[in-house]
């Protein structure tokens, strides 16, 4: 059973447009990560959450922790071709604090 | 700086054959992990270890065993391949909020 959710599973849009993407769960975690993977490559840190209303912004991505730290979204507003890629939630919570991956989003960029 | 080594890189097997992934971290990082990953989707974790000596099944453990006999390494275990194992494999260990992947070992059972 997947405990991390991603929505939508692919998403193909033109440069310029905005989009979201969404990782939700029915379980509460400490912390949240996002990730971005291009292909052949591991997964690439962009951003950890870890407080319940939590808004970060990294340039054109802004990443939110919903209030019960249920769920988050990453929002990338003029969506350019290098922002390409496979994106990644992660979270981990209670006591054994493993890290689960959610089932991912692929974005493709038209340009 | 070494960070997190995986080997093989890329392997092929024969249904039924047996093989190991082998993981090692110089960062004296008490958790680590093994995920697996099938094209475009995200990644399941397979087996991860908090600590020497200790070690626990993840979301897919089946078809799988590893060990942790020391911090700096984790082998990951195929006992009996099999075409559902077919995947790119992840090995990482973590301090805190992050996490360091090794640069993953291509796997495909024939």
């Known amino acids: 059973t997947q405990l991390l959710e991603q929505s939508p599973q692919f998403l193909s849009i033109q440069e310029g447009e905005n989009l979201t993407v969404y990782c939700n769960s029915s379980s509460v975690f400490s912390s949240l990560q996002w990730y971005r993977q291009e292909p052949g490559e591991g997964p690439v840190l962009l951003v950890t959450v870890v407080t319940g209303g939590e808004v970060k912004k990294l340039k054109r991505l802004t990443f939110q922790f919903g209030d019960a730290r249920k769920d988050s979204s990453l929002h990338i507003t003029a969506a350019q071709p290098g922002d390409t890629g496979l994106y990644l939630c992660?979270?981990?919570?209670?006591?054994?604090?493993?890290?689960?991956f959610g089932t991912g989003t692929l974005l493709a960029v038209q340009p | 700086n070494a960070g997190v080594t995986q080997t093989p890189k890329f392997r092929i097997l024969k249904i039924g054959q047996s093989m190991t992934l082998q993981c090692t971290q110089d960062?004296?990082?008490?958790?680590m992990y093994w995920y697996r990953q099938d094209p475009g989707m995200g990644l399941k974790l397979i087996y991860y270890s908090v600590g020497a000596g200790i070690t626990d099944k993840g979301e897919v453990p089946n078809g799988y065993n590893v060990s942790r006999s020391t911090t700096e390494d984790f082998p990951l275990r195929l006992e009996l391949a099999a075409p559902s194992q077919t995947s790119v494999y992840f090995c990482?260990?973590?301090?805190?909020?992050?996490?360091?992947f090794g640069e993953g070992s291509w796997l495909t059972v024939v």
């Open positions: 960062m004296n990082h008490n958790y």
């Open positions: 990482a260990s973590s301090i805190g909020n992050t996490i360091y």
């Open positions: 992660a979270a981990k919570g209670g006591a054994t604090n493993k890290l689960i």
